[in-house]
C-alpha cells in the first residue's frame, strides 16, 4: 500500500444503497432525496467540518468526523459533485454549492469531459480535468504534498475507483432510511469483501458505519 | 468547554476495572499483568504510534489510535507511568521506559513530589512538576502552543484529574480479559454517567470502546 492513500470519508448512503436521489437540480444537489437524514448524524458531531457554533457530540460520530479531513491533501471529485450541469459548459458562472468559502481547504480535482480553466476561492483551488481515474489520482497525490487524497464522490465517480482498483480505504455510512431510487452505490456492500476488509459498527446514532480496507 | 480540550486517549483496562497489576517494577512496568492481551488490539493497528513494519488494520481501532496523537501538543503523566521508583530520586539515570527516542514528540509534564532536572531525548522533553492537577494543566496547555493536552496516566493520575473535573474526553478500551487486582480505574464506568456522556462501542477484535465526554 502507498504511503499516500486514497481514502473514501463520510460518505453517506441510504440502507437501500443509494448515495444521492434522482432528479439533481441546482436547487436540490441530493435530487428527491432529503440530504437530512442522510447527513445528520455528521452535522450532530462536534468536529463536523461545517459546523459553525461550538457544541456537538464527542462519541464514536465524532472520530468519523474528524478523519474527514485529517491528513488530507487534495480531493477528487466527480462533475455531478461539483455541480447538476452536464454536457459542455454553458459559462463559467457556476463556481460550485459552497459560496465563497468552500470546505475544502486543499486543492480539489473535478473530473469532466468538459475542461475549464482553475479558478481558487479562498483557500480552495478547483481544477478539471479530463482523465482516467489512475491519471486523476497520480495529479492529485503530486499536489497533497506528501498527504493522503480524498475521493468524495459522487457515486458513479466512487463505484469508477473503486473498479480501477484505486480505493485504499473507504468510510461508508448507512443511514436508517431508504430511498428507492437515484444513484445506487452497490446492490450490497459484500460484492467488495472479495478486495476489501470489513469492520461493521452500528453507531448508537442510529447509523452504521462500514469501514473497508484494501486487502 | 475550553477550545483546548484534556483527553485520554488509548487508556487499557481490564473487564474487572484494572489498568496495570500489582507489583510494577523495572522489568514489569504494568506488575503481574501480561500488558500483551490488553494492548494488542491497538498494536494490529496501521497507526499505531509504536509500529515498525508496514501494514496493519485500517478498521475501527485504527480509528481510535489515530487519535492517540492527532492535534496533542503536551502529555502530563503521573509517576508511575513515568517509572517504577517512589520516593526520592536516589539518582537520575533512570530516563523512563521508551530509550533513546520516546513516542510523545512534545514536552511530558511528570507529577511528582519530588522534582528533578528536566531533560530532552529525541524530539521529547520531560519536565518534574510538584503541583495541583489544575497547576499542571495550565502549564501543560501553555506548552502545547494551542493543542489539545494528552492524559497519559497511570491509573491513579486519571482518577485524580476526573476528580478534579478536568477532563473533557476520554476513550478508555475495555480488553477482554480479567486482572482480579492491581490499580483499580473504576468500581464501574457507570459511576462517571453523571459527568459524562458515553458511547460503548463494541470492536470486531474483541475490545470494547468506551467513548466519555463531558455534560
Known sequence: MSSQLLRVQCFNVSQDGFGAGE????????????????????????????????????????????????????????????????????????????????????????????????????????HFLDATPAEALARAKQAAGGRDVRLGGGVATVREFIEAGLVDTMHIAVAPVELGRGERLWESHTDLLDRFHLDTVPSPSGVTHLLFWRR
Open 23 to 126: 432528479g439533481q437540480s441546482l436547487e436540490r444537489p441530493f435530487g428527491h432525496a432529503d440530504p437530512a437524514p442522510l447527513w445528520s448524524w455528521a452535522g450532530a458531531t462536534a468536529s463536523w467540518v461545517n459546523r459553525t457554533d461550538p457544541g456537538g457530540t464527542r462519541g464514536l460520530d465524532d472520530y468519523l468526523t474528524r478523519d474527514h479531513t485529517r491528513n488530507i491533501g487534495a480531493e477528487i471529485m466527480g462533475r455531478n459533485k461539483f455541480g447538476p450541469q452536464r454536457g459542455p459548459w454553458e459559462n463559467h458562472e457556476w463556481q460550485g454549492w459552497w459560496g465563497d468559502t468552500p470546505p475544502f481547504h486543499t486543492p480539489v480535482f473535478v473530473l469532466t469531459h468538459h475542461e475549464r480553466p482553475s479558478f481558487t476561492l479562498a483557500d480552495t483551488t478547483f
